[in-house]
């Protein structure tokens, strides 16, 4: 019988065994050091950081129902300097909807659009929310917004059938952008289908002041079809497994915010984009060809990122962007995975009108050929 050799590691040359042997008194001197000295522990210096268990105070002054907007549109900033009972009421429908030119799917909707109402609330609020599922839904529905603090984030409370009405509450305690979706299984054909939108929850000391304020959201969808071909798609459940979408779209269709649906601004403004990524798959590179945001709030929260020129925002997450404008023409929202953009229509438009500023930009010689009416 053969004994079975045992491999060892090799043994520290001897300057590595000093330096071992060094840093691991010098840890346990430090350690001791701390203690001596009563300097806070690893414990006490995470909790110096701050993790707050939030705790609503309970004091809401009367009550306000609140405004719902259609992609891209916002709703008013919110000027009160108090909390209030905000009565939302959404209601969910199931309804044949254009995805690109001649081409149709059965979208399932928040308020009737995709991506679902644009839902505007305080820090502090107490939210009471009210979601109906129309009478002629195929599937009972719900809701999970990423701004509740609650089981599901609102998804087990809500759960409605067809015809019914849920209600539930709860106190927005957490400022920022928020994600919200269907959360009924099985959850990616729900929010495939477009079962999406977004909430912001102000801070309490509110957004700086801009002069336009917009509302865009990426997603996907998978056909059966590929892109463009006519008629009414149906959901392909093997390419959402495979996360290959056929469409990649901003706002729920291809072109939503192109032509005349373009978005429009001036010269001299400060724009504001609340920007959304529904997925269900994929990976947002979001970015404005002609344009470097001056503030970008990563991933929806309240820390601000200066000077950039592309923001990832993940699968169910948003981001905040920030730029003034100072240059007229069309600046051009693309997902920059670029063949999404121009093959799969992450693409959308801001008109900017005004004044040019030639030293903001000028073209000083191009191919020779002269646009029409310059």
């Known amino acids: 019988m053969t004994t079975p050799r045992i491999h060892l590691p090799a043994p520290l040359p001897l300057p590595k065994i000093a330096l071992v042997a060094t840093i691991a008194l010098v840890t346990l001197a430090g350690a001791g050091?701390?203690?001596a000295r009563g300097l806070?522990?690893?414990?006490?210096?995470?909790?110096?950081?701050?993790?707050?268990?939030?705790?609503p105070d309970g004091v809401v002054k009367g009550q306000e129902i609140a405004v719902l907007t259609e992609a891209p549109n916002v709703p008013p900033p919110i000027t009160r300097s108090y909390a209030t009972k905000v009565i939302v009421n959404l209601d969910v429908t199931e309804k044949p909807m254009r995805l690109a030119d001649s081409v149709e799917y059965t979208m399932w909707t928040f308020g009737g659009s995709v991506p679902g109402r644009f839902i505007r609330v305080r820090?502090?609020?107490?939210?009471?929310?009210?979601?109906?599922?129309?009478?002629?839904s195929t599937m009972p529905h719900n809701i999970d917004l990423h701004a509740v603090t609650g089981p599901g984030g609102g998804a087990k409370a809500s759960l409605t059938v067809p015809g019914g009405e849920s209600v539930f509450s709860f106190t927005a305690m957490n400022p920022g952008l928020f994600v919200y979706h269907c959360a009924?299984?099985?959850?990616?054909?729900?929010?495939?289908?477009?079962?999406?939108?977004?909430?912001?929850?102000?801070?309490k000391a509110g957004l700086p002041k801009v002069d336009r304020e917009f509302y865009v959201m990426q997603s996907e969808f998978y056909t059966k079809g590929k892109y463009g071909e006519h008629g009414m798609q149906m959901l392909d459940m093997d390419k959402g497994i495979d996360e290959k979408p056929t469409y990649v779209v901003f706002n729920g269709a291809v072109g939503s915010l192109t032509g005349d649906r373009a978005l429009q601004a001036k010269v001299g403004e400060k724009v504001r984009l609340f920007v959304g990524n529904a997925g269900p798959n994929l990976t947002s590179s979001f970015h404005v060809i002609g344009e470097i945001f001056d503030n970008v709030y990563t991933e929806g929260g309240t820390l601000a990122q200066h000077n950039v020129q592309t923001t990832l925002i993940p699968a169910g997450g948003s981001s905040i962007v920030e730029f003034g404008v100072e240059q007229p023409g069309d600046l051009i929202l693309v997902?920059?995975?670029?063949?999404?953009?121009?093959?799969?229509?992450?693409?959308?438009?801001?008109?900017?009108?005004?004044?040019?500023?030639?030293?903001?930009?000028?073209?000083?010689k191009g191919l020779g050929v002269t646009a029409k009416g310059e």
């Open 33 to 35: 050091t701390i203690a």
């Open 40 to 55: 806070p522990s690893l414990d006490a210096a995470r909790s110096a950081i701050g993790i707050p268990v939030r705790t």
């Open 335 to 364: 997902d920059h995975a670029i063949f999404r953009a121009f093959n799969k229509g992450t693409l959308g438009v801001l008109h900017v009108d005004g004044e040019k500023n030639p030293n903001v930009f000028a073209a000083i």
């Open 184 to 203: 009924t299984s099985p959850v990616p054909m729900h929010m495939a289908n477009g079962m999406y939108g977004m909430i912001l929850v102000e801070p």
């Open 123 to 136: 820090e502090g609020d107490l939210v009471e929310f009210h979601l109906k599922n129309a009478a002629n």
